[in-house]
């Protein structure tokens, strides 16, 4: 990608700043280091069971934390998740509508054409119509 369109890209940004925070997010967790910072925290909890007097609630710290941390990355990955999959689908509908625009103007003289370009626009948002 060249610099004039990556900021053209970066200056037309008009997403939400919890958009911007849910893809940083994202990309963060979805690397080597994060998993190895959980680790990390697993073996700390681990290593600090003689400071606990009850071993129950040296469970219930970790088993808190973890479910806490990890209601939070699913609501952001299911977020990221989203917004990927409508990405994805906008650039099917765009390729669709283009190849029927080819097909409709090669097929003036082929019906057969005319009706699969027929078939592919009404395919095109299908899944908003289910």
């Known amino acids: 990608m060249d610099n004039s369109a990556s900021d053209a890209r970066l200056s037309d940004d008009d997403r939400s700043s919890f958009d911007r925070f849910v893809e940083g997010a994202y990309l963060r967790v979805s690397q080597a280091p994060f998993f190895f910072v959980c680790a990390g925290v697993v073996v700390l909890w681990f290593a600090s069971v003689p400071l606990w007097v009850d071993l129950k609630q040296w469970q ?8 806490v941390v990890s209601l939070l990355l699913l609501v ?8 990927a999959e409508e990405a ?17 103007s090669r097929g003036e003289a ?12 009404a395919a095109v948002g299908l899944e908003e119509r289910h």
């Open 60 to 67: 219930v710290a970790i088993h808190t934390v973890a479910s």
């Open 76 to 83: 952001l990955l299911e977020n990221a998740s989203r917004r």
């Open 88 to 104: 994805a689908q906008e650039k099917l509908n765009v390729i669709a509508e283009a190849l029927a625009a080819l097909m409709d």
């Open 110 to 121: 082929d019906p057969d054409l005319r009706e699969a370009a027929a078939r592919l626009r």
